[in-house]
């Protein structure tokens, strides 16, 4: 397992794709730095917001665009026939491959992390908001936050990579989870909020919103941005719960992965 | 008896899919090889040859039938321990380096090997290759990567080498190299599977060869016992004059005769009277010729 993880970690430092999305991260980071003046009130606030959606954005497409090239684009290539002769289980080449993705996009995290905080600093120095952001504890977590929802996106997409016959599915597939996991937690909170009145809304989507909870993992739930740029901690229970939703969620794709790949031929 | 590889009444067919029907691409195939042996496979394009090998790397699975590797079915990772496999125009991961795709070979089969950059180093200098160790792999030509992988394999201290092709994409003096490496191999012990189209190779380190067409096995022979069958055979080739009866022209004004043993002073009596050079007269008793007969009276056979 460890070989197949030093591969990926090679694989990461190495593919100008992977520098690429890394440099569109670093953009929106410069982004976000210029969008603090559109509030002259709040700028490290806003700074922060946009910041913290450029980050997830940037880093779900590094996570998906690596598990494409490190499993999907293998299999397409037939460069994992060559693999597959090694002495070892189908198992150990997944998993390997996954915690190479989990620990890049772990080193990205970081990276972008420590240039959107330094950039929300430096916006600090030129002028005092009156309600601060936190940059402590609660801006860290928010970007542990993030990278956990990006795992998340990685396992599925780990598991589209090994069933798919079409070449990007899991790129596509990936992004489109990425976006309605996202969006899955807004529209729950309407509906069980009335719908603003709209009742037909409710009873029509109702059932099927019901059903898809058990299949959507509900990605909002790990954005804890509220923390840092208001000070409204969240729930405890409700970080566990939704750390614990993902770890589920994640073995499960995994498992998925690992049965769909095990029974997969390579003609 | 512990055989290096084992194949028993292997059937393997490709399901279909929508309007794809299915294919079959094994029919019943029985082999036994022993370890130290070293075991041609050829066979046309589409024959079944790749599929087999698949099979025995465990990268495809058998319809029916069963397969192993020193007494190890090869649905088992550990059938595959100190296998060294180089697949058809081999695709390798391209943003590795030849030296860490060779470490990797070694970490992953296990080998305890003291001076790993030296060992490794030592395969890549024999397939020269040394001068681009530290280079990513992407942008290497198709040669290269054919040696980088024959470099993988024989690195991993193999006691069991299969190779699909291995000397497709290698120029003759490659090509001439990997034969004297492989020959090496097989004096030392090794057992060595192989595919190959190029028959003079085969021919040239094949203790045993096999011929399979359309998935099904059609004789499993050695070069001794090629020799024997058709040691009264001959290919007599002439040029210039008038083609005699029996004839092929193989280029314009050569023309090419097999004979048996006892014809031969008529026919090249008929040759100077007709007015040609006669060239040379050869034993008919090349693989190649194999090859084809036996594929032309399969074929007659499956009408």
């Known amino acids: 397992m460890l070989q197949f993880f030093l591969s990926s970690w090679r694989a990461g430092f190495r593919d100008r794709t992977f520098l690429a999305v890394f440099a569109l991260g670093v953009a929106l980071v410069a982004l976000a730095y210029l969008s603090a003046s559109f509030s002259p009130r709040q700028p490290l606030t806003v700074a922060l917001d946009v910041g913290l959606s450029g980050f997830r954005f940037s880093l779900v497409l590094f996570a998906i665009i690596l598990t494409q090239d490190l499993v999907g684009r293998e299999i397409e290539k037939r460069s994992v026939v060559l693999t597959l002769s090694y002495p070892v289980h189908r198992a150990t080449y997944l998993i390997g491959r996954y915690l190479g993705v989990l620990a890049l996009t772990g080193v990205a995290a970081l990276l972008l992390g420590l240039l959107l905080w330094t950039a929300v600093i430096t916006l600090g120095v030129h002028y005092d908001q009156e309600f601060r952001v936190s940059l402590g504890v609660p801006y860290w977590a928010t970007v542990f936050g993030v990278w956990v929802d990006v795992a998340v996106v990685a396992a599925f997409s780990l598991w589209i990579a090994t069933l798919s016959t079409v070449p990007m599915l899991a790129l596509v597939l990936g992004a489109l989870f990425a976006i309605a996991g996202r969006a899955v937690g807004a529209v729950f909170d309407f509906l069980e909020k009335g719908a603003e009145g709209q009742t037909e809304l409710v009873v029509r989507f109702g059932p099927a919103l019901d059903t898809i909870r058990w299949v959507l993992p509900d990605l909002s739930r790990l954005d804890w941005r509220v923390w840092p740029m208001y000070g409204l901690l969240p729930d405890m229970q409700a970080i566990m719960l939704s750390l614990l939703m993902a770890l589920a969620y994640c073995l499960a794709m995994i498992g998925f992965s690992v049965h769909a790949f095990s029974k997969r031929e390579f003609s | ?303």
């Open chain 2, 1 to 303: 008896m512990t055989y290096a590889i084992l194949v028993e009444g292997i059937h393997k067919t490709y399901s279909g899919g929508w309007r794809k029907p299915s294919k079959v691409a094994l029919k019943g195939i029985s082999l036994s090889i022993d370890a130290g042996e070293t075991f041609g496979f050829i066979g046309p394009n589409g024959a079944g040859k790749s599929t087999l090998i698949k099979i025995l790397i465990g990268a495809l699975l058998p319809t029916a039938g069963s397969a192993s590797l020193f007494d190890c079915d090869v649905r088992e990772p550990e059938a595959r321990r100190g296998l060294g496999f180089v697949p058809e125009n081999p695709s390798l991961q391209d943003f590795l380096t030849p030296y860490e795709i060779l470490l990797m070979g070694l970490r992953l089969h296990g080998l305890r090997i003291g001076d790993e950059r030296k060992h490794c180093m030592h395969w890549l200098e024999r397939f020269d290759l040394a001068a681009v160790a530290d280079s990513r792999l992407r942008g290497f030509s198709k040669g290269m990567l054919q040696r980088t992988a024959l470099a993988h394999a024989l690195a991993i201290k193999p006691r069991l080498l299969i190779l699909d092709e291995p000397l497709s994409g290698l120029d003759p003096v490659g090509r001439k190299d990997v034969v004297d490496i492989l020959d090496e191999y097989r004096q030392q012990g090794g057992t060595l599977f192989f595919s190959s189209h190029v028959l003079h190779d085969v021919e040239r380190i094949a203790d045993r060869f096999g011929l399979i067409h359309r998935g099904q096995l059609l004789t499993i022979r050695s070069p001794q016992e090629l020799a024997a069958d058709q040691a009264d055979r001959f290919v007599l080739r002439y040029r210039g004059g008038a083609p005699i009866e029996g004839c092929s022209e193989v280029r314009p004004g050569l023309f090419t005769l097999d004979a048996g043993a006892a014809d031969l002073p008529a026919l090249i009596a008929r040759v100077n009277s007709c007015g040609g050079v006669l060239q040379d007269v050869k034993p008919s008793v090349s693989l190649e010729t194999v090859f084809f007969r036996t594929i032309s009276s399969s074929d007659v056979a499956g009408r």
